[in-house]
């Protein structure tokens, strides 16, 4: 059974840091584009950021550009994203997930979703 299983999400104050991980089972991440979304409430699932296979190519959504950074161990089987500078319209529940290394990073499409974690940041 494939799995994507978040972790670190929680309560941070504005301004500060986060830092989220997805540990993927039943598949190995260097043979997937990653990706990371988003959805608050009352809002459509929001693209944040993805990385190509190898890890050469990155791609970010407006609204994070600048401020998250997506990288990966594939070592590990895992992925991770930085959040520094986070506001409250950053509040949301984050999931990870793995597509085919053939589609670009560009194109949101995905095969496979974690169950997500809850970030939520207050004023």
């Known amino acids: 059974q494939v799995q994507l299983v978040e972790s670190g999400g929680g309560l941070v104050q504005a301004g500060g840091s986060l830092r989220l991980s997805c540990a993927a089972s039943?598949?190995?991440?260097?043979?997937?584009?990653m990706g990371w979304f988003r959805q608050a409430p009352g809002k459509e699932r929001e693209f944040v950021a993805a990385?190509?296979?190898?890890?050469?190519?990155?791609a970010y959504g407006d609204s994070v550009k600048g401020r998250f950074t997506i990288s990966r161990d594939n070592a590990k089987n895992t992925i991770c994203l930085q959040m520094n500078s986070l506001k409250p319209e950053d509040t949301a529940v984050y999931y990870c997930?793995?597509?085919?290394?053939?589609?670009?990073?560009?194109?949101?499409?995905?095969?496979?979703w974690g169950q997500g974690t809850q970030v939520t940041v207050s004023s």
């Open positions: 997930a793995a597509g085919p290394a053939v589609v670009s990073i560009w194109v949101n499409v995905y095969t496979y």
């Open positions: 039943g598949l190995t991440i260097s043979s997937y584009k």
């Open positions: 990385m190509d296979k190898n890890g050469i190519s990155t």
